[in-house]
């Protein structure tokens, strides 16, 4: 079975064996489901993880590692033609919002490209949040290939944190990705 993990960096893939085809994609959903996109055309994967850190909308703690049953974006806001936000339309015209993943958990990651969003707002309700999972698990979705998301909680929404403090707690918790995707691909 071929499996491709996406990350936005590098150094979010390091824990990860060879046994994985794995590819880092930059930062944001834009350039996630491009690369993506581009990884799947390639090697033609079984199944695609998104990983990497979120934020905690509240429930979850700095070092979770979580998988989530759906990725929503408060990015897709067409409201003025009568759907609710976090949705768009396909080219055929079919409503396209919540995308789901895991159907062994019970968490909701909302993705977007910037920091704004905070739960609950547009009637959008979420644990956690990130900025690449939406676009991997569309690239993915469109092409019929299953997709999860395995994020590990760095900080909380709405605290600001360094750069630098968030590079280290990501390097003291990533080995927890590849114990996480572990665990998926053995439920499955």
Do not use: W
Not at 17 to 33: N, Q, T
Not at 44 to 50: N, Q
């Amino acid at each position: 079975m071929k499996i491709l993990i996406v990350a936005s960096d590098k150094s979010e893939l390091k824990a990860f064996p060879d046994k994985f085809i794995k590819i880092a994609s930059g930062v944001g959903p834009v350039l996630s489901s491009a690369f993506t996109a581009f990884a799947i055309a390639e090697h033609h994967p079984d199944i695609v993880f998104s990983v990497g850190s979120a934020g905690s909308a509240g429930k979850l703690r700095i070092g979770d590692c979580i998988s989530f049953s759906r990725v929503i974006t408060p990015d897709s806001d067409i409201s003025a033609y009568g759907l609710e936000k976090g949705y768009t339309l396909t080219s055929d015209r079919k409503k396209l919002g919540a995308i789901p993943l895991d159907g062994n958990s019970d968490y909701i990651l909302s993705s977007s490209g910037t920091f704004a969003a905070k739960s609950g707002e547009g009637n959008l309700f979420f644990d956690a949040a990130d900025m690449e999972a939406y676009g991997v698990a569309l690239s993915s979705s469109l092409k019929g290939i299953p997709c999860y998301a395995v994020k590990i909680i760095t900080d909380l929404i709405g605290n600001h944190v360094n750069l630098g403090t968030y590079g280290y707690t990501l390097r003291q918790l990533r080995t927890l990705l590849p114990e996480k995707v572990e665990e998926v691909l053995s439920a499955l």
